[in-house]
């Protein structure tokens, strides 16, 4: 599978790389884009990761900041860098910036033959510039696969997940686009949690990352910690892992209570689907995955 990733580039951002790289996926491109930290921070996690971890696919910066409300970050949950650690951290590459060419590379790439299949990880700001510029690129895709939304309570307000409430404007253009999209709410997330029992054998650095992204889960006092952004990637790469659902999505752009919570309501006809179920033990193949690609080094 060849496919591009949309991303902001926090640990389980990373590790949805990773986890594409061990299900033999080729990422032929990777759009920044703010959420977890302003792009800055952003950018510099990308390049460190590309440099500790070899990831090959060339990086373009795009936005900095959501199309209409002002600037949401998660540093408070996750640190400045938006990736805690129990010790290391990703290197610091003194490197050429990315060319700040996203939405126009995504859209020449998707022109391109085959099927043109999508991983968002992040607010969907980039995307829905897509939709709005290049509408001819934007309906070849072939699959969009976001993680994002809830059909539950929120992670971020009482009623929105983090990555819609950072851009509902952007995620209520994606949801009205007729693209097939596939969202990977906080609900089919919740059901892939780890703990400290889990912890995989692998490299140092990995270690140290995996550790400070449980202990976003340790510290308020759970037994674990939801893993989100690689559960898309496995609904990209391994569909038959979770049962779907046609639904339709709404999102709220009305500033009060409800701003950012999205709406899933059945629809048979829909493009849109919203897994209900998985059907394997997805904590397990992302932890599997993380292990077997983050182990270089280290007598099996
Ligand atoms: C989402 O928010 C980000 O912090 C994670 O990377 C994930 O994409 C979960 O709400
Ligand atoms: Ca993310």
Redesign the pocket.
Known sequence: MRLWVDT?F?F??LWALLLLRHYGATVEGISLVAG?TPLPQVIANALGAAEAYELGAPLHAGADKALVREVET?QEI?GEKGMDSRGRFLPEVDRAQPPADAVEALAAWLMQDGRREVLA??PLTNIALLVQRFPEAAARITRLVW?GGSNGPG?HSPLA???ALCDPEAAAIVAGAGLPLDVID?MICRQAIFGPEDMPQTDPLTADLLGGYLDIGLKRGRAGMAI??PVAALAMVRPSAFAFERQSLTVSTTPNETYGATRFRPDPQGLTRLPTAPLEDIARLCLDALRQEASHGLSE
């Open positions: 902001d926090g389980d951002d977890n998660a996750l990880l992040g993680m992670n997940e983090f990555n906080l989100y952004d």
